[in-house]
């Protein structure tokens, strides 16, 4: 990062009459950074992100790009500033290419600015390359974007930042309005900018956006900035901690964001501060928003009472598990391991008793040796990879699968990322694990031929690791309720190893047969020529 900021925010305020929206709020944004800007609702978030983009002036506080100090109202593309609003700002009745290079036309001469006459074919070319690369399909570049969907309007307006030189981008919570596919697609773009040393603001309440793609996460809360956090060095326990005020963010359990009620409890929250917002503000709608906030904070404790239970019963589970790993090490060492250490014994005795001939004798019990060596290896393995820890991950992965095939006899494809690189300890160990458990059940249950294992970076923060066979698959329907009730405890023990890491978990039924799991895995920032291999 350059010594000099790009952007300094100086103690930036602004109110609504009596209403503070942002109090004294600094930062510094260098280039080539990427920070993410955390808030609920009533945090001044989306008027800070106003304020910079030129749109609201500020009752007091200064804000310098570069060397200059911006004067308000200013217009964004004067200084190289791009923005992306959480809704897309266009021109209906324009057509795509107009919409995509609006203000900034390719044309001749190239000097005249506004004056000059439009290349229309130009554009156009320029304009097909950029939905290309952008993935957005539409029948024509002559149609109206009054038209579009919601997504594909988004989808342009991120385009349009792409036909012009940008050195800091703002970006305000656009994700909302984009499926999965294109939500990734913008943060390669992000992750792109920040390699050719643009400036990034990113604004979301998306944690696991925040930790794929921020350098650092500024946190607001009632228009103050309470926290910054640098993204390698922090837990979402935290952020959600600096988010709702906690003085502990200990009071978050990792099991808890495994739970689909966590997602409502956020939302709960996030309109319980709103909703005390206005109460302080208007007395006169005290009683409306009392029964309000107590429906609020009875949602929460509903949700909350599933959440202990769900701990309670991943704890029970864990200790179940624990003693039925006791149990079965403690019978094959006691039936395999010390009946063969008893016969090697006996052996020896007989040798010593009668020496003649004991040189074939010695050879067989060296045999028997080597054989218990190998099984007390394998424990030791099952228990914990010695690979793992002398080579890394990917070649513990690569011996397990090898030893899984030839104890199978089921055929294993794998695929590991050539920069997979040194992980934390119980990341490495919990993604190996995920692997064991994922190929044992294709074992136990898929009736499967061959299987595929492939573990990949989709971001320098996040690694997908995918299991897909070509079994039986698993119904439509899969819940892992109807699993924990019957005692199938390996596709949960997978969930909870995922969710403990802050990570997701899916399981899907593959059209053609077959099975695919996929889990993504966060982790801290891996700096290789991962981002030159993603596509943008």
């Not at 000059?116 to 002559?142: C, F, G, V, W, Y």
């Not at 500024?218 to 906690?246: N, P, S």
């Not at 928003?289 to 589970?317: G, I, M, P, V, Y």
Request: charged share 25%; hydrophobic share 40%; proline share 4%.
């Amino acid at each position: 990062m350059s010594p000099e900021p790009l952007l300094r925010v100086i103690n930036l305020t602004k109110t609504f009459g009596s209403l503070t929206a942002v109090q004294n709020v600094s930062f510094d944004l260098y280039p080539g950074e990427v920070v993410g800007l955390a808030g609920s609702i009533g945090s001044g978030k989306s008027v800070l992100i106003l304020m910079l983009a030129g749109l609201y002036s500020p009752n007091f506080g200064d804000v310098y790009f570069g060397t200059r100090r911006l004067r308000w109202p200013f217009y964004a593309k004067d200084y190289q500033i791009g923005v992306i609003h959480q809704k897309p700002e266009l021109a209906d009745r324009l057509d795509i290419t107009s919409n995509l290079f609006l203000g900034h036309e390719i044309g001749f001469p190239p000097f005249m600015g506004w004056w000059r006459i439009p290349d229309r074919k130009q554009m156009d070319e320029k304009a097909r390359q950029i939905l290309q690369q952008l993935d957005i399909r539409i029948e024509s570049l002559h149609q109206r974007v009054g038209e579009l969907s919601s997504e594909q309007r988004q989808m342009i307006a991120i385009g349009r930042l792409l036909t012009q030189p940008v050195r800091l981008v703002i970006i305000d919570e656009p994700t909302i309005l984009l499926s999965y596919p294109n939500q990734q697609r913008l943060l390669s773009l992000v992750q792109s900018w920040r390699n050719q040393g643009v400036a990034v603001l990113f604004s979301s309440n998306n944690l696991d956006h925040l930790f794929q793609v921020s350098d650092r996460i500024l946190i607001l809360r009632q228009g103050r900035k309470v926290a910054e956090l640098d993204t390698d060095h922090t837990t979402r326990e935290e952020v959600v901690a600096a988010l709702f005020g906690y003085d502990d963010g200990r009071d978050l359990t990792p099991v808890l964001w495994a739970l689909d009620g966590i997602y409502r409890t956020r939302e709960s929250m996030e309109r319980l501060r709103y909703y005390q917002m206005l109460l302080e503000k208007d007395l006169a709608a005290q009683d409306s928003l009392n029964r309000q906030l107590f429906e609020q904070l009875s949602e929460q404790l509903r949700t909350l009472d599933q959440a202990n239970l769900a701990l309670q019963e991943a704890h029970r589970r864990l200790l179940s598990e624990r003693e039925e790993e006791r149990k079965s090490l403690a019978r094959e060492l006691h039936d395999d391991v010390i009946q063969d250490l008893l016969s090697v014994n006996y052996r020896l005795e007989e040798i010593e008793e009668n020496p003649s001939g004991q040189k074939s004798e010695l050879s067989q019990v060296r045999g028997q040796i080597r054989k218990l060596v190998g099984e007390i290896r394998q424990i030791c393995g099952n228990l914990r990879p010695p690979t793992i820890d002398s080579l890394g991950l990917g070649a513990a992965i690569q011996s397990y699968t090898q030893e899984w095939f030839d104890r199978t006899g089921i055929e294993v494809s794998l695929e590991l990322d050539p920069n997979l690189g040194r992980l934390p300890e119980l990341t490495e160990l919990s993604i190996f694990r995920i692997i064991q458990e994922g190929l044992n059940n294709v074992w136990k249950h898929a009736h499967a031929t061959r299987v595929e294992v492939k573990v990949q970076h989709t971001s320098p923060r996040t690694l997908l690791v995918s299991i897909m066979d070509d079994g039986q698959g698993i119904p439509e329907e899969l819940d892992l309720n109807e699993l924990n009730a019957q005692g199938h405890y390996g596709l949960l023990g997978i969930n909870e190893r995922v969710a403990l890491l802050g990570g997701r978990f899916r399981l899907q039924h593959q059209p053609g047969g077959g099975t695919l799991l996929q889990v993504e895995i966060p982790h801290p920032r891996v700096e290789t020529e991962i981002l030159s291999k993603l596509d943008v």
